[in-house]
């Protein structure tokens, strides 16, 4: 009898305690939904604060300016097709370690079986490409080819991991002042878009390793490491250029970026993805362009042009009948053939110094046949010649 009375008392303080313990979490519980804690604490409100207040004012209409509009668009259209890459290449260490070292940069999706347009000098050196998607997809990439001159590349991933295709524009018709857009990785940082205008056309600048690049659009949108190979694009989405240099003391952004017009690009890219190299035009010549000092002391009487030192034999000029000189002669410290035809034009584009006739060369295809004016003997004289592939 005593021991059910002291299984009583027990079940009785059990259920005391659980009721205290609801009762004090309801309390809570309401402290904190009323927050009643500020009446002893001397705190407001969240709801109390003016930032927090619900007014017409704090919700005013968003406004959307038409720069602002296109620059949402263009992103939007473009981002998915451009991708991140990874070039992992290999050194030995002190210790004769053989170690990793990893590169990025960007390119984009030009064609839906996977090929990836991007600069030489992202991929140059690289064992090992890694290719991360606009949805962040890693995947394994092939070299297709690539051109150092031109600075342009080519790989490949699966058509299956391609989730867009960029827009290729037309970079015959730019005028500076356009808006430029431009969307890569900056120092690993992901779709980045900054944006300028076309500053200058027609560039040209000395590279690193005394490459000369030609024929460049000057932006000063903001080009940092990590954005080369990324497209630079118009107002409509459509690629103009690809970003691949940029003037810095710095080493950062300093209003001054180097993108390769994407028409060149397209020529570049179908010939490394079908023949695995790029196909360069080739006259088969050396020269010296003619000063009033040199065509006065060889008695030449043309003071414009190019002097013909050297006939590759069998090469385009060789075979249309150009000739190079037979005579050597002193001309202060300068040794060199004379006797051989001066260049003048080609195609009717005067000709004056042989960085403008390998300009000139440059800019034609192979097997073009083009007109060559020379003077021999005073007298002019047109020559078809069919060029060739630079060997």
Known sequence: MNNRGANNSGTAWFRTILWVAVLCVLILALF?????????????KPTELAFNQITPESKP????????????????????????????????????????????GSGFIVDPEGYILTNNHVVEKAQRLTVTTAMGKKVEARLVGRDRQSDLAVIKIPSGDVEAVATLGDSDTLRGGQKAIAIGNPFGLSHTLTTGVLSALKREIQTRDNARMENLIQ??????????????????????????????????????????????????????ITKGRF?????????IGLSEELADALS??????????????????????????????????????????????????PIKEMNQLGRLIESKRVDDVVSVRVVRDGKPIDLPVRLKERP
Do not use: C
């Not at 009643?36 to 604490?41: A, I, P, V, Y």
């Open 279 to 287: 196909a360069k035009p080739w006259l088969g010549i050396t020269g």
């Open 32 to 44: 904190d939904k009323l927050d009643l804690g500020g009446l002893f604490s001397g705190r407001p």
């Open 300 to 349: 030449l009487g043309i003071t414009e042009g190019v002097l013909v030192v050297e006939v590759v034999r069998e090469g385009p000029a060789h075979q249309a009948g150009i000739r190079g000189g037979t005579q050597e002669a002193i001309i202060g410290n300068l040794r060199l053939p004379v006797g051989g035809d001066i260049i003048t034009s080609i195609d009717n584009a």
């Open 219 to 272: 932006t000063d949108a903001a080009i940092n490491p990590g954005n080369s190979g990324g497209p630079l694009l118009n107002s409509n989405a459509q690629v103009i250029g690809i970003n691949t240099a940029i003037f810095s003391l710095s080493g950062g952004y300093q209003g001054i970026g180097f993108a390769i017009p994407v028409n060149y690009a397209k020529e570049v890219a179908s010939q490394l």
């Open 61 to 104: 209409p968003i406004v959307v300016s038409a720069d602002e509009q296109i620059n949402q668009d263009v992103f939007e259209k473009a981002y998915k097709a451009v991708v991140n890459i990874v070039a992992t290449t290999l050194r030995v260490n002190f210790w004769m370690e053989v170690i990793p070292q990893q590169g990025q």
